[in-house]
């Protein structure tokens, strides 16, 4: 088993977040999902300051060092925040002063924007809510829904989230099962030997659908995903104890050579029996 397994994190992380669009209360949460990928030298916030709805941003400005950016909105009812945070994303990107981007929003017009960044060679990820239209998703390297970052949700907001919402194209949003998914990945990230890196499978799942998280059902890391389907997968670490190396195998079905076997052993058998001959007619 080779450890193929290499990635680079970003260094320096931008976050830039659309207040009209983002919860000020996962405002720690936030900012841990965007340190994983590396230090976060810049921390804006856009919105119109002057309306009631941004107080609730104020309070965590300070504790956090962010950066709170006005944008008045020209005309009543359209949101003007988006065009500051791209402009100023741009002027980033081109100034090459950060490595990865951090755009919390679920508004769809970031997608262009998305794109642009991540054409350029530069990481990109996105953090919002689950009706988050999938054109901004696919646009980034990650993209993390903020209801897998609450850890206590009632009742009702599980009602909520479970029940099929149609999107822009008319189709509903399920929560579809891992396991296609979880093939399909190993597929793409399986060695000659048949082993694959964990990590490996993690980037692969993340090409595939990047908003893809353990967390959506129920496991808080992907070997735990993987672990809970032991009649699909085998897991491997190289030292039992302390940190190692985790690869993953896809199990191989034992009954299906049977299968085949008994199949061919049908055809066989009805080769060799003899063919009945036609009745003779009497004339």
């Given amino acids: ?16 977040i659309d207040g009209d669009n983002a919860q000020p ?34 309070e965590c400005l300070n504790n956090h060092a962010i950066q709170p ?12 925040t988006d065009s500051a945070l791209i402009i100023d994303a741009m002027d980033l990107l081109h100034s090459e002063v950060v490595d990865g981007f951090c755009i919390v929003s679920s508004d769809s017009d970031y ?23 999938k054109p901004f998703v696919n646009a980034c390297n990650v993209f993390i829904y903020t209801e897998n970052l609450t850890d206590d949700i009632d009742d009702k907001l599980i009602a909520e989230t479970d029940k099929p919402e149609a999107d822009e194209n008319g189709q509903d949003n399920q929560r579809l099962n891992p396991v296609p998914m979880l093939k399909e990945a190993f597929s ?5 030997d048949g082993w694959a890196h964990l990590g490996s499978m993690g980037m692969s799942l993340r090409q595939l659908d990047p908003s893809f998280d353990p967390r959506t059902f129920g496991y808080g890391q992907l070997s735990q995903l993987i672990e ?13 104890k302390g940190p190692s190396a985790v690869y993953v195998k896809q199990q191989v079905k034992p009954h299906s050579k049977r299968r085949s076997n008994g199949r061919a ?3 066989k058998d009805k080769e060799k029996r003899p063919k009945r001959q036609p009745k003779s007619k009497v004339e």
């Fill in 69 to 80: 950016i006005q944008q008045f909105r020209y005309t009543v009812g359209k949101n003007a």
């Fill in 1 to 16: 088993m080779k450890n193929t397994y290499r990635e680079k994190k970003p260094s320096r992380m931008s976050l830039l």
């Fill in 188 to 192: 793409m990230a399986a060695d000659e």
């Fill in 265 to 267: 052993n049908k055809v």
């Fill in 228 to 240: 809970a389907h032991k009649n699909l997968f085998i897991i491997r670490k190289e030292n039992d």
């Fill in 111 to 133: 997608t262009r924007l998305a794109t642009r960044i991540r054409e350029s060679g530069v990481f990109v990820m996105g953090i919002g809510q689950r009706k988050t239209p």
């Fill in 25 to 58: 209360s996962l405002i720690v949460k936030l900012m841990a999902e965007a340190g994983k990928y590396g230090s976060i030298t810049i921390r804006r916030i856009y919105g119109d300051w002057t309306t009631p709805q941004m107080n609730g941003w104020k």
